[in-house]
């Protein structure tokens, strides 16, 4: 999906918003994320691994199971967690880059690796205490798409020509589109120049801003 003229560039900022975000009845307490470096937040803890190895996470990354990393619903990527098992007392540290957990009585979603690290892979949950150490940047990222598709063949023809030169590229799919998008920026700027790089190549870019809170779950 080329542009008709090689200085064509689009940017577009586009913030996908969850709509139950802003709802302070859905923000209990006990789930609320530790805001500040050094606070601590407790609750139920869970883990998913090989079924989700390798797939893109909603920071953009490919998910790693061997990594010390975690989903959480609204602590800003790049945030680092010390998670103590309260049962047993181990303890590791991760880092955010996923959203998560799906279900309301859980407070963070760890890695293969990290679970292990405190003992909670046989269980497959445990009770633990959140403390961050590091608090990540904003709630917006930044990715740069070249091509929305209804048919998934178009969509891997287009990432099929852009692969060479950027391995990056995926698509990301819903219901109806299937999205052909590059990298996944804290820095606008850097998107733009990437945009600007891929319209002197004839391709149609566009930056899209996506939020990355995750509504709490009901």
């Known amino acids: 999906m080329k542009a008709r003229g090689a200085g064509t560039f689009l940017v577009v900022l586009a913030l996908v918003l969850s709509g139950c975000a802003s709802n302070p009845k859905l923000q209990s307490p006990r789930t609320r994320p530790p805001a500040r470096v050094g606070t601590t ?5 869970s883990w998913y691994g090989p079924g989700f190895h390798g797939r893109l996470t909603a920071s953009g990354e490919r998910y790693d199971m061997h990594a010390l990393t975690a989903a959480h619903r609204t602590l800003p990527f790049g945030t680092v967690l010390e998670v103590r098992n309260l049962d047993n007392g181990r303890s590791t540290q991760v880092r955010i880059n996923d959203r998560g957990p799906f279900k309301k009585d859980r407070i963070v979603d760890l890695s293969l690796t990290a679970a292990q690290a405190i ?14 150490l590091v608090l990540g940047g ?24 852009l692969r060479p030169d950027y391995p990056e590229v995926a698509v990301r799919s819903d219901e109806v589109w299937h999205r052909v998008q590059l990298g996944a920026f804290d820095d606008p700027d850097e998107a733009a120049a990437l945009a600007r790089k891929l319209a002197r190549q004839g391709y149609a870019a566009l930056v899209i801003a996506i939020s990355t809170r995750l509504s709490p779950p009901v």
């Open 41 to 45: 937040n407790t609750g139920t803890a």
């Open 119 to 132: 003992g909670m892979v046989g269980p497959g949950t445990a009770r633990v205490e959140l403390r961050t």
């Open 138 to 161: 904003g709630d917006r990222r930044y990715v740069v798409q070249v091509g929305a598709f209804q048919e998934q063949a178009l969509a891997d023809n287009l990432v099929t020509r």
